[in-house]
């Protein structure tokens, strides 16, 4: 994979846009392509790259510190890719992203801004404090479902699929702060394990991710979700279990991937219990 891919994330921007589309399937109870959907998902694509590339450059320092054979994930601190190009690359993928979120709707490009707001002030402003920068990170990439859903017209569907996102991303963020300790320190900010100490941080995404299987549950029963989504969603929430046990024992390494995977298997979940 080349640096520029590296640097954008691709495989998390096609986990946003199956996230898009798999919102858009919910609202629409089939598998369809309407050009509203497409367009959101291209959105989703260039919004997320903005987002990673601008976070990446404000965490140039950090991630030298956390990751010193950086090349693999982080090219920018790697020398990779010079500051310059990143900065083209955010200027490109925030134009193609809100241009194909206006081409839909008005509340899709409302959306749009206000999510690439957030991403904006991630880094310099919300990750100094404890808690605001994951729930920040959470809210927003847990966002494509209901994205895809406002592309189409229903908004209302895409709640609960964003909600379950966001809880699993909530889990997966503290997880990774706890990862970033020396990065985050040296850049000043205040995230939870630097705040309360490794160990109660663990505690605390292992709680988060323990109640995420009863939200799992009735969450979707309340909305009206089939039989087929109970029978999908068992391998995300044992996924989460194993996570939520690890973390407990004090395991870090692979819960970040796991939880990414539970992601994955939960929107098919979703799509599955509307569709089938």
């Given at each position: 994979?080349?640096?520029?891919?590296?640097?954008?994330?691709?495989?998390?921007?096609?986990?946003?846009?199956?996230?898009?589309?798999?919102?858009?399937?919910?609202?629409?109870?089939?598998?369809?392509?309407?050009?509203?959907?497409l367009?959101?998902?291209?959105?989703?694509?260039?919004?997320?790259?903005a987002?990673?590339?601008?976070?990446?450059?404000?965490?140039?320092?950090?991630?030298?510190?956390?990751?010193?054979?950086?090349?693999?994930?982080?090219?920018?601190?790697?020398?990779l890719?010079?500051?310059?190009?990143?900065?083209?690359i955010?200027?490109?993928?925030?134009?193609?992203?809100?241009?194909?979120?206006?081409?839909?709707?008005?509340?899709?490009?409302?959306?749009g801004?206000?999510?690439?707001?957030?991403?904006?002030?991630?880094?310099?402003i919300?990750?100094?404090?404890?808690?605001?920068?994951?729930?920040?990170?959470?809210?927003?990439?847990?966002?494509?479902?209901f994205?895809?859903?406002?592309?189409?017209?229903?908004?209302?569907?895409?709640?609960?699929?964003?909600?379950?996102?966001?809880?699993?991303?909530l889990?997966?963020?503290?997880?990774?702060?706890?990862?970033?300790?020396?990065?985050?320190?040296?850049?000043?900010?205040?995230?939870?394990?630097?705040?309360?100490?490794?160990?109660?941080?663990?505690?605390?995404?292992?709680?988060?991710?323990?109640?995420?299987?009863?939200?799992?549950?009735?969450?979707?029963?309340?909305?009206?979700?089939?039989?087929?989504?109970?029978?999908?969603?068992?391998?995300?929430?044992?996924?989460v279990?194993?996570?939520?046990?690890?973390?407990?024992?004090?395991?870090i390494?692979?819960?970040?991937?796991?939880?990414?995977?539970?992601?994955?298997?939960?929107?098919?979940?979703?799509?599955?219990?509307?569709?089938?």
């Amino acid at each position: 994979m080349t640096p520029l891919l590296r640097l954008v994330r691709v495989t998390n921007l096609l986990i946003a846009a199956g996230g898009v589309l798999a919102g858009g399937w919910i609202a629409l109870g089939a598998i369809a392509l309407p050009r509203e959907l497409l367009l959101a998902a291209l959105s989703g694509i260039g919004l997320g790259a903005a987002g990673n590339v601008w976070n990446d450059l404000c965490d140039v320092a950090g991630d030298r510190l956390n990751r010193p054979d950086t090349s693999p994930t982080h090219p920018l601190a790697a020398g990779l890719v010079a500051p310059r190009a990143a900065r083209g690359i955010i200027v490109a993928a925030s134009a193609i992203g809100l241009l194909a979120a206006g081409l839909v709707s008005v509340p899709l490009l409302l959306a749009g801004t206000g999510a690439l707001a957030v991403m904006l002030v991630y880094s310099p402003i919300l990750k100094r404090g404890p808690a605001t920068g994951n729930l920040a990170v959470a809210l927003i990439a847990g966002m494509p479902p209901f994205f895809g859903a406002l592309a189409v017209g229903v908004p209302a569907a895409g709640v609960v699929p964003w909600t379950l996102a966001a809880w699993l991303h909530l889990t997966r963020e503290i997880v990774k702060d706890v990862e970033d300790q020396a990065g985050d320190r040296a850049l000043g900010r205040r995230t939870i394990p630097l705040v309360v100490g490794e160990r109660p941080a663990e505690v605390v995404a292992a709680g988060v991710a323990l109640l995420f299987v009863p939200a799992s549950l009735l969450l979707p029963r309340a909305a009206g979700y089939g039989g087929a989504y109970y029978l999908i969603a068992l391998v995300a929430q044992m996924a989460v279990m194993i996570a939520a046990t690890w973390l407990l024992l004090g395991r870090i390494r692979g819960v970040s991937a796991l939880l990414k995977s539970a992601m994955v298997v939960g929107l098919g979940a979703l799509v599955a219990g509307k569709i089938a």
